[in-house]
């Protein structure tokens, strides 16, 4: 199972209790694959990083600030190095009246990609 863990930002792989092993019919693949992905071998969530950066963007395209914010709440769990979603978060946070946020996120997007001249100009509004 995957879990995020607040206290590091980080997602962590937890064992699978034993008593669920059995509907498995292959659970040593299933083992094998999750400790390729703790090991960080394996990057899972790019397509889910993109699915909740678009639907965050489509949000914010239509002014709803709370639901964009909550897609790309977890578009920054998923991929915490994603220049864009710091940048669309900051805009939902400023959509919100939340400048302190916004500028925090423009900053984060800027250390991540410094060469994106959006972000600039949002942070300069």
Same mark, same amino acid.
């Given at each position: 199972m995957?879990d /995020?863990?607040?206290?590091?930002? +980080?997602?962590? &792989?937890?064992? %699978?209790?034993?008593?669920?092993?059995?509907p498995?019919?292959?659970?040593?693949? @299933?083992?094998?694959? @999750?400790? #390729? !992905?703790?090991?960080?071998? &394996?990057?899972?969530g $790019?397509?889910?990083?993109?699915?909740?950066?678009?639907? =965050? @963007?489509?949000? #914010?395209?239509?002014? $709803?600030?709370?639901?964009?914010?909550?897609?790309?709440? +977890?578009? %920054?769990?998923? =991929?915490?190095?994603?220049?864009?979603? /710091?940048?669309?978060? =900051?805009?939902?946070?400023? *959509?919100? *009246?939340n400048? !302190?946020?916004?500028?925090?996120?423009? *900053?984060?997007?800027?250390?991540? $990609?410094?060469?994106?001249?959006? &972000?600039? @100009?949002?942070?300069?509004?």
């Amino acid at each position: 199972m995957n879990d /995020f863990n607040p206290a590091n930002g +980080k997602h962590t &792989v937890m064992d %699978v209790p034993t008593e669920s092993k059995a509907p498995f019919s292959n659970y040593s693949l @299933l083992r094998r694959g @999750l400790d #390729l !992905i703790s090991a960080g071998q &394996v990057h899972v969530g $790019d397509e889910e990083l993109k699915y909740h950066r678009s639907l =965050g @963007l489509n949000y #914010l395209s239509k002014g $709803d600030y709370q639901l964009a914010l909550q897609e790309l709440n +977890k578009c %920054v769990c998923l =991929g915490s190095q994603d220049s864009q979603s /710091f940048h669309y978060r =900051g805009l939902a946070f400023a *959509g919100q *009246g939340n400048p !302190i946020r916004a500028l925090e996120d423009y *900053g984060k997007a800027l250390s991540l $990609d410094g060469s994106n001249l959006a &972000v600039y @100009l949002s942070r300069a509004n």
